[in-house]
């Protein structure tokens, strides 16, 4: 008798945009998902997307970005994704190059947002050939990657590479909400993202609840950064477990996540 098929992934990417808090504790941008979004309607995630392949081609081409030779093309197509969607999303520019002049940026972001993702990603292309900008795959910093439990009832299935990125160097001043997958920004250590969690004023996914636990373990950047850089980005597929009768969804131990369970009844699946 044949096994049943593998589930089939979408590739996607996520970029945990930090930035030194007024008392040097590490803040981080969270996007507010509309509430009519298929995945995650009305959660706070960290700003990403799909991977897709166009994203891929401005990897390899190097008018358009840089430090990409020595990276597979999965790597390197999700680090240009984390560019574009952090600028689509939040406004934020991870691009290096001259100072952009932000009317024009704000109508290429209005552009980016405008339609499928293949359109997005050769609009970003021509954003970044128009500006003379190119995507430095040395700004984001693997930090993990996830997919779901092959046993989760999941309409889409999102194989997602986290990164890390500082957002102090970002090149754009304006920040703000697309308003449509982004209804809201909001800046916030991961200690006060965990406590409105627990006292119901914010909703998150369960990677990004793991991960939250994972940046509170950290006051300052240099301490993050320095971290996350000697450690090999772990992969994380989460499993079902009874634990004393009662099911949970746990992760490994020992990958740099001080939590790795909850129970399932707590859980936000999509």
Not at 116 to 145: Q, T
Not at 149 to 155: L, N, S
Not at 165 to 180: E, H, L
Not at 190 to 196: G, P
Request: with cysteine; aromatic share 8%; hydrophobic share 45%.
């Amino acid at each position: 008798m044949s096994e049943p098929p593998k589930p089939v992934s979408i590739p996607a990417a996520t970029v945990i945009l930090a930035r030194e808090g007024p008392d040097g504790v590490p803040e981080y941008l969270l996007v507010q998902r509309g509430e009519n979004m298929a995945f995650a309607g009305g959660a706070l995630v960290f700003p990403g997307g799909r991977v897709d392949r166009v994203d891929g081609g401005i990897a390899r081409n190097p008018a358009l970005a840089m430090g990409f030779d020595g990276l597979d093309d999965d790597d390197a197509a999700a680090r240009v994704a984390c560019a574009r969607e952090a600028l689509e999303e939040t406004g934020v520019l991870l691009t290096e190059g001259v100072a952009p002049d932000e009317v024009k940026l704000a109508l290429a972001r209005s552009a980016l947002a405008s339609g499928p993702n293949e359109d997005e990603a050769y609009s970003f292309a021509n954003l970044l050939g128009s500006m003379g900008h190119r995507v430095d795959a040395a700004r984001f910093l693997p930090f993990a990657r996830w997919e779901p439990p092959a046993a989760a009832a999941i309409a889409r299935r999102f194989d997602t590479r986290f990164y890390l990125a500082d957002a102090g160097r970002s090149a754009s001043a304006v920040i703000t909400p697309d308003g449509f997958e982004a209804k809201a920004l909001r800046w916030t250590t991961a200690a006060q993202a965990l406590t409105d969690y627990d006292a119901g004023r914010a909703a998150m996914v369960f990677p990004t609840w793991c991960t939250m636990h994972r940046l509170a373990q950290y006051q300052s950047l240099a301490a993050l950064f320095d971290r996350i850089a000697a450690l090999p980005a772990p992969y994380v597929q989460p499993a079902f477990e009874m634990i004393d009768g009662e099911p949970w969804l746990t992760i490994p131990e020992g990958i740099d996540y001080p939590v790795t369970r909850d129970r399932v009844n707590n859980l936000r699946r999509e």
